[in-house]
């Protein structure tokens, strides 16, 4: 079975990503990021991903947390 996965957040902050990640994992939601950072110049984004069926209560959670 194939998840499908949402984006849900992004950030050009190293920190910010991780905090929102560890935030959902406290709460037992799956994440994973992409880093489209350039390595040379750290200019781009990092994108946080759950998936589909936690969509909104992930939104929720970040939103609590003054992140979106």
Do not use: C, P, R
């Not at 929102?20 to 200019?43: C, G, M, P």
């Not at 990092?46 to 969509?55: H, Q, S």
């Amino acid at each position: 079975m194939q998840s499908d996965w949402a984006l849900i957040f992004t950030s050009n902050q190293a920190h910010e990503i991780a905090f929102a990640n560890a935030l959902l994992e406290e709460n037992n939601i799956k994440a994973f990021t992409v880093n489209k950072q350039d390595s040379s110049y750290i200019f781009g984004e990092i994108e946080l991903y759950v998936e589909d069926a936690f969509k909104y209560q992930a939104q929720l959670i970040l939103t609590q947390n003054d992140l979106l």
